[in-house]
């Protein structure tokens, strides 16, 4: 065990992207509940003090958590649960009004504090495995989702440096759509919100963070009309 840990360690320090997955089995999974297949793939940040540290908690059965994979910052991908089985990583939240999202969803980790930026063969590996998602279990870009988003009261990431919009220009997020603004203020907001997704039960303020976090994480103050551009 001693020596695979030390060939994970310097496979995780010295490569650079990686199109092959380096197999590093965690406990922490199970089978998918009622018969779900994967419809969403969750992104999320790690917020550790480096990607071998994320791989020791993601496969520690004391921590109870882990993921389908995770992506070093130059780009080494490792797959921890196979994407038929249910990884521990979305916990409770829910999108488009369903819940058990850890059924629904393939997790992938991003190795990254969730104060910079996504280096680029981390961003080009996470394109690559997200088309082979989609392809694999036909998930449509309106499916590619970030922590928080289906669980916006607990979670933040990937956070206010993770380039969406990179992913939408290539087809592997969705695009933002503006939805009518109405009169009736933060009422016609939390409607487009649900439209657009975010139907985890949660106060106005946590709300609009949570799909300025995702579309404007730039954009402070009152709500106003951009904020209707979900």
């Known amino acids: ?9 310097r496979s995780i320090a010295t490569s650079t992207v990686n199109r092959v997955a380096i197999w590093h089995g965690s406990p922490n999974c199970g089978p998918r509940r ?16 480096s990607a071998q540290a994320a791989l020791e908690r993601l496969c520690d059965p004391d921590a109870e958590v882990s993921a389908h994979y995770l992506i070093c910052t130059k780009g080494t991908v490792v797959r921890m649960v ?11 939240g829910e999108w488009h009004g369903l819940g058990d999202i850890n059924s629904r969803s393939i997790g992938i980790e991003l190795d990254n504090s969730g104060s910079h930026p996504f280096p680029e063969p981390q961003m080009a ?5 997200i088309r082979g998602i989609m392809s694999r279990w036909v998930i449509s870009r309106e499916g590619v989702i970030g922590h928080s988003d289906m669980a916006p009261d607990r979670k933040g990431d990937p956070g206010p440096r993770f380039d969406w919009p990179r992913l939408e220009r290539q087809g592997l997020a969705a695009p ?6 109405g009169d009736g203020a933060q009422a016609d907001f939390f409607r487009a919100a649900r439209e657009a997704g975010f139907t985890a039960g949660v106060d106005f303020e946590t709300l609009l963070a949570a799909t300025r976090l995702r579309r404007a ?9 951009a904020d209707f551009i979900l």
């Open 82 to 92: 196979e994407e038929t089985e249910r990884a521990w990583h979305a916990g409770a």
């Open 176 to 181: 933002a759509r503006a939805f009518a603004t």
């Open 34 to 49: 009622d018969g779900l297949t994967p419809s969403l793939i969750v992104l999320h940040y790690t917020a550790m003090r």
């Open 125 to 129: 590996a996470l394109e690559s495995l």
């Open 217 to 225: 994480p730039w954009r402070t103050g009152p709500l106003q009309s």
């Open 1 to 9: 065990m001693a020596m695979r840990a030390r060939g994970i360690r």
